[in-house]
């Protein structure tokens, strides 16, 4: 997966297997891009469905359990059932993981070392609340989220990160290229430094991207692709992110 840029949709607790396929089916018949992987994580009950309307679109979860193994956890899908299943990707820690239900720094660790021995590729969502940001603490509240990696990366592959910013998940306020600029430099050296400069990175920036401001964020240093809500909820806005990305 040595793609250039990385457009993944999130389509949070939003489908119906209906509209699910017609979207599907629609983002299928975009070409394969050569140098830009697309996917979309759904919820996990439509993976299925989602991998035999998708491809070339990548198909991902939205979260993994806690626990690695098999057993009496009611409602719970394990990393390994979602490698059965064809899971290419699971997006670990985004924000409304870590506020409705109190992820924190050992459950996300442990969810991500269950996601790559499952050989399911985790995308670590970090990123800062506003009252973080004005109080100056946003860098370091997002390398405290990065250490993770640290003890997790054992392996020899592309490491995701998605920053977003938590007051521009859903708000309509995208961050400011400076902004952008800035925290992706950061988490660019902060997970080299972590990884002993042994690392494929892609970052990823998420919050309010749509098709007008994409192609700025895209242009930015360290920028290899977006993590779409909203806008990957609707054919036309998100075909026109991923040819942004192209
Ligand atoms: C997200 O859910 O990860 C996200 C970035 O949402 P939105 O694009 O709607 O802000």
Redesign the pocket.
């Known amino acids: 997966m040595t793609k250039q840029k990385w457009v993944l949709g999130?389509w949070?607790m939003n489908g119906r297997l209906a509209a699910n396929q017609a979207l599907l089916s629609q983002l299928s018949q975009i070409q394969e891009h050569e140098h830009v992987a697309v996917g979309v994580a759904v919820p996990s009950v439509y993976i299925s469905s989602a991998l035999q309307a998708a491809a070339p679109t990548l198909v991902g979860a939205e979260d993994v359990s806690l626990y690695a193994n098999d057993g009496a956890y009611t409602g719970e899908v394990s990393a390994a059932m979602l490698a059965d299943v064809g899971a290419q990707f699971v997006l670990i820690g985004?924000?409304?993981r870590r506020q409705y239900f109190a992820e924190d720094e050992a459950v996300l660790a442990q969810k991500y070392a269950n996601a790559v021995a499952a050989g399911v590729l985790p995308v670590l969502?970090v990123g800062e609340t506003l009252a973080e940001r004005e109080a100056g603490q946003a860098e370091a509240v997002v390398a405290k989220q990065l250490n993770l990696l640290q003890a997790a990366t054992l392996l020899k592959q592309t490491v995701l990160v998605?920053y977003?910013p938590v007051w521009?998940?859903?708000?309509g306020v995208v961050a400011s290229i400076e902004q952008i600029a800035q925290m992706h430099a950061f988490i660019q050296q902060h997970v080299l430094s972590l990884l002993n400069n042994d690392a494929s990175i892609r970052l990823l920036y998420?919050?309010?991207?749509?098709a007008d401001n994409c192609a700025a964020i895209f242009a930015v240093e360290h920028v290899d692709g977006a993590?779409?809500?909203?806008?990957?909820l609707k054919y036309d806005s998100f075909a026109q992110i991923i040819t942004a990305a192209t």
């Not at 521009?168 to 708000?171: C, D, V």
């Not at 998420?206 to 749509?210: A, K, Q, T």
């Open positions: 999130n949070k985004h924000s409304e969502c998605a977003e521009a998940i859903g708000t998420g919050g309010s991207v749509n993590l779409v809500g909203g806008a990957s």
